[in-house]
């Protein structure tokens, strides 16, 4: 089992930044990729952007530019920093991560809510 535990959430204006945190903790040994996704209210969850044990990144299109997720494997945590932020990035952010070879998201976050209004 992996524990995993965001922080870095708020309220933020438009065009500003934020940087979410996710520390991963439990059976660490496991993880392959780490990655973030959202849900906006009445919206599906969506993939906002994964990094492999290797650094090899993916982002959604929605964010590519403005947002860049990096991890530090010695302290087992994944961060998103996201420029530029938009109304429309506002929803709860989830991290996530996988142990298998390919991307999956096999263990969850609880969710920190970022709100992007002037």
């Known amino acids: 089992q992996v524990q995993l535990v965001e922080s870095g959430g708020g309220l933020v204006q438009p065009g500003g930044s934020l940087r979410l945190s996710c520390a991963a903790s439990?059976?660490?040994?496991?993880?392959?990729?780490m990655g973030w996704y959202r849900q906006a209210p009445g919206k599906r969850r969506e993939l906002v952007a994964h990094?492999?044990?290797?650094?090899?990144?993916n982002y959604a299109d929605s964010v590519k530019g403005r947002f860049t997720i990096s991890r530090d494997n010695a302290k087992n945590t994944v961060y998103l920093q996201m420029s530029s932020l938009k109304p429309e990035d506002t929803a709860v952010y989830y991290c996530?991560?996988?142990?298998?070879?390919?991307?999956?998201?096999?263990?969850w976050g609880q969710g920190t809510q970022v709100i992007v209004s002037s």
């Open positions: 990094i492999r044990s290797g650094g090899t990144t």
């Open positions: 996530a991560v996988g142990t298998r070879s390919t991307w999956s998201a096999d263990y």
């Open positions: 439990g059976s660490i040994f496991s993880i392959n990729y």
